[in-house]
Each structure stands twice: as structure tokens, then as C-alpha cells.
T-cell receptor
Framework: KAGVTQTPRYLIKTRGQQVTLSCSPI?????VSWYQQTPGQGLQFLFE???????NKGNFPGRFSGRQFSNSRSEMNVSTLELGDSALYLC?????????????FGPGTRLTVL | AQKVTQAQTEISVVEKEDVTLDCVYE???????LFWYKQPPSGELVFLIR??????QNEISGRYSWNFQKSTSSFNFTITASQVVDSAVYFC???????????????FGQGTILTVHP
């Protein structure tokens, strides 16, 4: 089975722009979660989607949004980029519906905001 | 609220040494799940183990072993006879039971950078 894929792998944007990141989960997985990883804050949960519905959301401003499509692929969008949004954005998929099961991560998208 | 603490920021060992990575957690739930992930330089988090709060049995998988002690809220990870390929950042994580605010929400520790020198 192919793993979680994320595109693009690297992205450079300037302040004020917006960006869309894409995540394709492992085939058959319906849950997709997003995390932001920075040196200062570590790994922080952004949101989780299951069957096109957002089931959970972390403590991020409304500039961060996401969605999930019927094929379970997910996108996250960040509008009005700030320098502090520079980070590695990781997507993870989960094969079972319960919260307790392991998540499988993609390689991440490294976003640099200039 | 839950919290995971990995007090060791960086550990450096020489190949073949044993090394233990510490993880201490806080949660008010009686049912929860603990995980260890490895993050090599490529960036992808690799799942290593999951343990539920009702199962305190220690686990061994090859050179890896895990010691879960509810009495001290710890879930430590030991690598025996370390190898250069073990060099990575290791994360301990926690998720509470049930749905609602738990879905997808892994709470991670700050990570421990392990460097194994030849």
C-alpha cells in the first residue's frame, strides 16, 4: 500500500499571500489529521476530518482552514500568511474511526514565509 | 488537559550503547493511549508503538523495548545496542479516549534528539 502523500513538498510564499496544501491518505483510510511543526512550539494539532466532516479542531486562528473530499483527500488552506506560519505541515491518516488508533504520517510540506 | 513531557532534549551515545528515552504524561482521563514515533531527517513521523492505559505489560520488539508505569505516569523507551541508523528525533504522544475533542488530536512531547556516533 502506498503511504500518505503530501504535495507540494516545499513552498515559499510571502507575507499576506495564501497557500493550499494537499494530502492523500493511505488507500481506505477515511480520517485525516493535520499538524504544524515548528522549532519553538513543537508538533501542534490543527484539525481532523472524517468522511468530509471536521470532527475536531485545535487552537489555531481562523486563517487556518481545511476540507476533505469524498475520496478522503484533504486540503488545508492558510490565508494572509504571517512569518510565524513558516513550519513543517504534516498530514496523517488513520484507518479506523476511533480516536485511539495510530496515525500514519506523510513526509510533510515545508512552508517558508518571507 | 493533557500534557507530555520529554525532559531529555538531546542524547548522544556511541554505537552499541543502550539508551533510554524518558516520557512522562499528564491526563485526567482513566482511559488513554500512548504512542512513540520516530522522526528521521526526512521528516516523516514513523509509528513505533501504541499502548492503552489498561495494559501495563512491557513490550519488546527486537532492540526496542517499552516500559509503561501508570504509578509514575511514565512510558519510557529503551534502545538496546544502539546503531547509527537509530539517530532521529523521538516523540512520545498521548490521546484521550472517546471521540469529541479527542478525534485525531495527538498531544506530543517536545521530542528527544538521539545521535548515535559510530
Amino acid at each position: 500500500k502506498a503511504g500518505v502523500t503530501q504535495t507540494p513538498r516545499y513552498l515559499i510564499k510571502t507575507r499576506g499571500q495564501q497557500v493550499t496544501l494537499s494530502c492523500s491518505p493511505i488507500s481506505g483510510h477515511r480520517s485525516v489529521s493535520w499538524y504544524q511543526q515548528t522549532p519553538g512550539q513543537g508538533l501542534q494539532f490543527l484539525f481532523e476530518y472524517f468522511s468530509e466532516t471536521q470532527r475536531n479542531k485545535g487552537n489555531f486562528p481562523g486563517r487556518f482552514s481545511g476540507r476533505q473530499f469524498s475520496n478522503s483527500r484533504s486540503e488545508m488552506n492558510v490565508s494572509t500568511l504571517e512569518l510565524g506560519d513558516s513550519a513543517l505541515y504534516l498530514c496523517a491518516s488513520q484507518g479506523l474511526a476511533g480516536a485511539q488508533y495510530e496515525q500514519f504520517f506523510g513526509p510533510g510540506t515545508r512552508l517558508t514565509v518571507l | 488537559a493533557q500534557k507530555v513531557t520529554q525532559a531529555q532534549t538531546e542524547i548522544s551515545v556511541v554505537e552499541k550503547e543502550d539508551v533510554t528515552l524518558d516520557c512522562v504524561y499528564e491526563t485526567r482521563d482513566t482511559t488513554y493511549y500512548l504512542f512513540w514515533y520516530k522522526q528521521p531527517p526526512s521528516g516523516e513521523l514513523v509509528f513505533l508503538i501504541r499502548r492503552n492505559s489498561f495494559d501495563e505489560q512491557n513490550e519488546i520488539s527486537g532492540r526496542y523495548s517499552w516500559n509503561f508505569q501508570k504509578s509514575t505516569s511514565s512510558f519510557n523507551f529503551t534502545i538496546t545496542a544502539s546503531q547509527v541508523v537509530d539517530s532521529a528525533v523521538y516523540f512520545c504522544a498521548l490521546i484521550q479516549n472517546a471521540g469529541g475533542t479527542s478525534y485525531g488530536k495527538l498531544t506530543f512531547g517536545q521530542g528527544t534528539i538521539l545521535t548515535v556516533h559510530p
